[in-house]
């Protein structure tokens, strides 16, 4: 299963733009990169997934170079409320099964 | 459509002591997970049930949790006897199917442990 390292933290002000990126040097050629965001006292919750180039979604953008070897996570013009850890998932699969490997993540402090 | 169901919220006990808690998932889905989060650490897989059965279980610290998924539908993580560092949260997690990279996991909000 491909490891992923992603910053422990970043801080940002409301209004910017945040662009976390994660780093997954050995993806395999099935992996999809995932991205989930988790608020305190909350399970976490998917944000955007893709394989390849670039996926838009209401909430966020994902950028995926051709090598794939890293994925950034961009989130336009964030608000207090989008503070939280967010975790770059890379790899699904365990006997043909689903399996999300969690690491620390990277905790975003939005600041007024 | 309502999420994942979790219960009780909170759960206090003392080492040695026994605990439960349940999961009820979204309706329909066949893959149930339960997570431990310790405080600072990203969620680490405990169990995942397809259906009524076991699929992976390999990070159960078997000699003390136990899970099970009757009919397929609700289930149980039961840790006996507890220990200091099990305190976390426990989070319980579904998906429609449980193949394929591109399905979500839905989670629950999870049970906060604290083992005194």
């Known amino acids: 299963l491909a490891k992923t390292t992603q910053p422990i933290s970043m801080d940002s002000y409301e209004g910017q733009e945040v662009n976390i990126t994660c780093s997954h040097n050995?993806?395999?050629?099935?992996?999809?990169i995932t991205w989930y965001q988790q608020f305190p006292s909350q399970g976490p919750r998917f944000i955007i997934q893709?394989?390849?180039t670039k996926v838009t979604n209401e909430v966020a953008s994902l950028f995926i170079p051709a090598d794939r070897k890293s994925s950034t996570l961009s989130l336009p013009r964030v608000s207090l409320s989008d503070t939280a850890v967010y975790y770059c998932?890379?790899?699904?699969?365990?006997?043909?099964?689903?399996?999300?490997?969690f690491g620390a993540g990277t905790r975003l402090a939005v600041h007024p | 459509e309502a999420g994942v169901a979790q219960s009780p919220r909170y759960k206090i006990i003392e080492k040695r002591q026994s605990v439960a808690f349940w999961c009820n998932p979204i309706s329909g889905h066949a893959t149930l997970y339960w997570y431990q989060q310790i405080l600072g650490q990203g969620p680490k897989l405990l169990i995942q049930f397809q259906n009524n059965g076991v699929v992976d279980d390999s990070q159960l610290p078997k000699d003390r949790f136990s899970a099970e998924r009757l009919k397929g539908v609700d289930s149980t993580l039961k840790i006996q006897p507890a220990k200091l560092e099990d305190s976390a949260v426990y989070l319980c997690?579904?998906?429609?199917?449980?193949?394929?990279?591109?399905?979500?996991?839905?989670f629950g909000p999870g049970t906060r442990l604290l083992v005194l």
């Open positions: 050995n993806i395999a050629t099935n992996d999809y």
């Open positions: 998932l890379v790899g699904p699969f365990s006997g043909g099964y689903n399996k999300l490997i």
């Open positions: 997690a579904s998906s429609l199917v449980g193949r394929g990279p591109q399905e979500t996991q839905y």
């Open positions: 893709g394989y390849k």
